[in-house]
């Protein structure tokens, strides 16, 4: 039985997290992971000086997902409103396709959001945007318990198609009754 876990990064670990998570520039988690954004991956010393130091060290905004004490993914936070920080919204992240379709992300997230709203924020929501091309995130948002809040429909252009922006998302006291 594999044992799944969330946690800060190590500091000496940024040179495997990158390698892990962020070398591939043809990864697969790369297509679904707002591939419509055109976002290019940051190189290893941009990486290991800047984003990792801070958005992984610092801010603690990024944890690593574990399997059996192997990193194979991260979970995240942002507040969609900048400095007002009212807005909160995750996402998480399997690098490694062969890991999808084991659970690793619904036990992951679950206790990302028991994480922030036990120990990081007294706010009263946190939501989750995803898009309709990409169905297993859909997917695991609903098996966790978020709610479908909206759908914007056809205002995400990919490979010569429109998809959905889907927003998930559920309120503090309602995760709380769902997890005790």
Do not use: C
């Amino acid at each position: 039985m594999t044992t799944v876990k969330i946690r800060p990064v190590k500091p000496t670990e940024l040179d495997e997290l990158w390698q892990i998570g962020f070398s591939h520039p043809d990864a697969e988690w790369l297509k679904w992971n707002g591939p419509y954004f055109h976002d290019t991956l940051p190189s290893q010393i941009v990486f290991n000086s800047l984003i990792g130091p801070h958005d992984w060290l610092t801010d603690q905004r990024n944890w690593v997902i574990t399997v059996d004490e192997a990193i194979v993914g991260s979970v995240n936070y942002h507040f969609v409103d900048g400095d007002l920080e009212r807005w909160l919204e995750v996402g998480i992240l399997i690098f490694d396709d062969q890991h999808w379709g084991q659970h690793i992300g619904r036990q992951a997230l679950s206790q990302w959001l028991d994480h922030l709203f036990n120990d990081v924020t007294a706010l009263p929501h946190i939501g989750l945007t995803t898009w309709s091309g990409n169905q297993r995130m859909m997917h695991l948002a609903t098996a966790i318990g978020l709610n479908l809040e909206g759908r914007i429909p056809q205002v995400r252009y990919w490979q010569g198609q429109y998809y959905d922006s889907v927003k998930y998302g559920i309120l503090r006291s309602d995760w709380l009754n769902r997890r005790q």
